[in-house]
């Protein structure tokens, strides 16, 4: 492959994914070597002090750069950045708490708000909620899927340092109008974040949307293989990257390692596949789930009963393989399901590509007191589907019987 095919052409997200770490391979190897290395030998004093500098291309130290963390990096901006004219930055950290922590820590400062949607993953509403109070960062929520109170929230709070979204949110799959609240926060001149972890730029491109910065759990689809954590963060903004977020990710040091930037290169490169049998699964276990008698209500985005319906097929391409849902049973009807399940696996984590269940209010939700938890919609007997590329008969066959159980 000619290496500049992939910067003159445009190219679609399949083929960047495959293709984009070819970029960064100086070698005859066909993949991208692992750069497990701590730091970088310089020719002599005038070729670090030059590289330090920043006058010539090159790595120093890898918590300040490496070609493996560069390489993976930059092509989920490219696949972020799929129909922008210009390539956004990205850059890669060591966990997806990792993402949201350097994106907080480089917009907030102390006296101004972080304004969050409600429903949020766990951790990053106790980042917002706990540690971050503790270092003068306010966080102020509003209801995501009602634009009516982000403008409520953004006129009662001054200093706004950004409002966060997360759509679809885990676990309770609630939706937020990306552009009509991209129109709000930017008329009042505060940027957006958007955790794009559920829908992966495969289904969903909130830089088109207008979103001012995206971030991913990496840990989840990106990586699909569950064998590594991880996080990376994607903004069309030079300045704000190369002055905001930059500086905190080599500061604090939440940087991924080589090994790990490599096997999410190597999983990242099967996306799209996986991407287009987690949505056939998905329809179809969303569809078995909500004819079966045992159940009180699935929430998946691609159900024509799914509250917002219409904004899904509006700002996503297709539904995804994660869904939650709630069984007549309860809390008890819940246990006994995931207690059963045999082909499924009880546990956190979603994405793979194997199906994967749990129970948010015991597990990824536990440190959420129950008052935020009812607030974020999560009740005790809400239980958690991702659902994986296995055969899709399998998978029903697997719940039908943990159901019957
Ligand atoms: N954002 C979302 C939507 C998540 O589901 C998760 C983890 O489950 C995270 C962020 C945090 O990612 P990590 O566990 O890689 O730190």
């Not at 287009?276 to 569809?287: I, L």
Request: contains cysteine; negative net charge.
């Amino acid at each position: 492959m000619h290496k500049d095919i992939l910067n003159r052409r445009k190219m679609g997200l399949g083929t960047l994914a495959i293709h984009m770490t070819d970029l960064h391979n100086e070698t005859h190897a066909h993949a991208l070597p692992i750069y497990q290395t701590s730091t970088y030998v310089f020719d002599g004093v005038e070729h670090g002090q030059s590289l330090w500098r920043g006058e010539q291309p090159g790595h120093i130290y890898s918590r300040l750069g490496n070609p493996n963390t560069q390489a993976t990096a930059d092509a989920i901006a490219a696949l972020e950045g799929v129909g922008l004219s210009e390539r956004p930055l990205g850059l890669l950290t060591g966990s997806g708490m990792a993402a949201v922590s350097t994106v907080a820590l480089g917009l907030a400062r102390v006296g101004e708000t972080i304004l969050s949607q409600r429903a949020l993953y766990g951790a990053s509403h106790t980042l917002f909620h706990q540690h971050l109070n503790a270092y003068g960062i306010q966080h102020a929520t509003f209801d995501g899927h009602d634009l009516d109170d982000l403008e409520a929230a953004l006129e009662r709070h001054d200093s706004i340092s950004m409002v966060y979204i997360e759509s679809p949110a885990n676990p309770t799959m609630k939706l937020t109008d990306v552009c009509g609240a991209v129109k709000l926060a930017h008329g009042a001149g505060i940027p957006v974040v958007m955790d794009n972890t559920f829908a992966t730029p495969y289904l969903q491109q909130p830089l088109k949307m207008g979103v001012d910065v995206v971030l991913h759990s990496t840990t989840k689809y990106l990586t699909g293989h569950g064998t590594v954590v991880g996080g990376a963060v994607v903004t069309p903004h030079e300045d704000l990257f190369r002055d905001k977020l930059m500086p905190v990710l080599k500061t604090f040091g939440a940087v991924a390692g080589p090994m790990d930037a490599w096997l999410t290169s190597i999983g990242m490169k099967t996306l799209h596949v996986r991407m287009a049998r987690h949505c056939e699964n998905g329809m179809a276990v969303a569809r078995f789930l909500e004819a079966h008698p045992a159940i009180e209500k699935v929430y998946y985005p691609g159900l024509e009963s799914f509250e917002q319906y219409d904004l899904a097929r509006t700002q996503m391409s297709d539904f995804g393989g994660m869904m939650s849902f709630e069984l007549k049973g309860g809390y008890e009807a819940g246990a006994a399901l995931m207690d059963n399940v045999q082909l499924a696996t009880l546990a956190v984590s979603l994405g793979t590509v194997d199906t994967l269940i749990q129970h948010p209010a015991s597990m990824t939700h536990f440190k959420n007191p129950p008052a935020v938890r009812a607030e974020m919609g999560i009740s005790d007997g809400l239980v958690r589907l991702s659902v994986g590329i296995e055969d899709v008969d399998d998978i029903i066959a697997d719940l039908e019987q943990a159901l019957d159980a």
